[in-house]
């Protein structure tokens, strides 16, 4: 039965504005979406209460998390060696659920820099990080990061030392990676809330660093 | 049987099957050190199609940009890793 | 011919390739690409398939899916099939849900059942 479309122009019928990605015309394959999560309710393969509280928990995950988890092995070096041993556990000690994903954290130094590609597809550490940027999936990104990192991470404004070495961690199979950038200079004694902050997303992918504190 | 252990030299397997597999082409017939063994996991070639998949050592294997893409690598020392399953490597 | 009809590297299989400079681009998921993760995550987690299927289905749709198509439309894609191939549903099923839903309405706000 179709619903009665004879609500006021511009929300929906409970009252609240469509969100602008519902305002388009229905493509076939946004029918497709609704068909199959109405089947696999009618199958009771899932629940629609399980399919909202899955995105609730995805909409969660960010950066941020990510960031705690760096700032902490920056600040205690009992949680760095486990991060180093066992990142999947040490995720889970800072209270985010790895799901099923297995971390492995890499970790810069005066002398190295990490980069994470996956080229076969785009495997992503989403329960650390959450969901992955649109140029990590892109053709350019997972073609050119194994053969030219450092032209690539150039375009990100991130040109690396002469003495440094890149290792490129190409993402092919079950585990996940996490670059754990290093600490800025100037940082002595910071507690770890005020690090996260230099933290960002791209730093734990390796396209960019930590930000060095003004 | 290819020696897996960490620091093992391991050629990965040069052949060109069809079909769902995550051994990137351009590793196929490089040597890299084995950095570390995983798993065993379940063989994605067999799980791609939904059968029962025996359980596989997961070695990281760390090759030379050099190895890779030759003398006219950007910078031959850099070094690329990634996860390849046993029974893509043998012995070097 | 293609590449892989000649060496049997495929489409997906992309790492070394030229290409040009990464595309600074980036967009917020939308409500039903949300739910289309969302989909993977639960039927997977409870066993209809693997990530591996998942993948597989993406690469067997070919690269000109991968150029005309968004990252979700695939993945909806491939999820379907591999729920289809598992015998979740039948395609008669799922082509009479399809043409209910599109008749319930004109976008994908007003199609919601409920």
Redesign the interface.
């Known amino acids: 039965m179709p619903h009665d479309h004879h609500h006021h122009e511009g929300t929906s019928p409970s009252g609240h504005p469509y969100r602008a990605d519902q305002d388009g015309p229905l493509t076939y394959w946004q029918a497709m979406e609704v068909a199959v999560r109405e089947l696999l309710v009618e199958k009771g393969v899932v629940t629609a209460d399980q399919v909202q509280r899955q995105i609730e928990a995805m909409d969660a995950r960010s950066p941020a998390d990510g960031a705690a988890f760096v700032a902490r092995t920056w600040t205690d070096p009992d949680f760095a060696a486990l991060a180093r041993r066992d990142a999947t556990a040490a995720c889970r000690e800072m209270g985010f659920d790895p799901g099923t994903m297995r971390l492995i954290a890499v970790e810069n130094d005066e002398g190295t820099h990490n980069v994470v590609v996956c080229t076969l597809c785009s495997c992503y550490p989403r329960n650390l990080l959450g969901l992955p940027p649109d140029w990590y999936k892109s053709r350019e990104y997972r073609s050119r990061t194994v053969r030219e990192p450092r032209a690539v991470l150039r375009e990100f404004g991130l040109d690396l030392p002469e003495g440094t070495t890149v290792r490129v961690h190409d993402s092919t199979a079950d585990m996940r990676y996490v670059v754990i950038p290093r600490r800025p200079d100037g940082t002595d004694g910071w507690e770890a809330d005020l690090l996260a902050a230099l933290v960002t997303r791209d730093s734990m992918i390796g396209t960019g660093v930590a930000r060095v504190p003004s | 049987m290819v020696d897996l252990a960490p620091g093992a030299t391991v050629r990965v397997a040069a052949m060109?099957?069809?079909?769902?597999v995550?051994?990137?082409?351009?590793?196929r017939g490089k040597v890299g050190e084995v950095e570390r063994i995983?798993?065993p996991?379940?063989n994605?070639e067999r799980?791609?199609?939904?059968l029962e998949a025996e359980r596989l050592p997961?070695a990281?294997v760390r090759f030379t940009m050099r190895e890779?893409?030759g003398a006219g690598a950007?910078?031959p020392?850099?070094?690329?890793?990634?996860?390849?399953?046993a029974h893509w490597l043998e012995p070097a | 011919m293609s590449e892989a009809g000649t060496t049997g590297r495929r489409w997906h299989d992309m790492g070394g390739d030229a290409a040009g400079p990464v595309p600074g681009d980036e967009h917020d998921f939308a409500l039903w690409e949300k739910r289309v993760d969302a989909l993977m995550i639960l039927a997977s987690g409870a066993g209809h398939f693997t990530v591996d299927g998942l993948r597989r289905a993406l690469e067997d749709m070919g690269e000109a899916a991968f150029e005309e198509m968004s990252y979700y439309e695939r993945w909806i894609a491939a999820v379907n099939q591999n729920l289809l191939e598992g015998g979740v549903y039948s395609i008669e099923e799922l082509g009479r849900k399809m043409a209910e839903v599109q008749a319930r309405g004109d976008s994908y706000g007003t199609v919601q059942d409920g």
Not at chain 2, 22 to 27: E, N, S
């Open positions: 060109m099957p069809p079909g769902h995550r051994t990137p082409a351009y590793l995983l798993g996991f379940g994605p799980l791609a199609y939904g997961l990281r890779v893409w950007e910078r020392d850099d070094t690329l890793d990634a996860e390849i399953y």
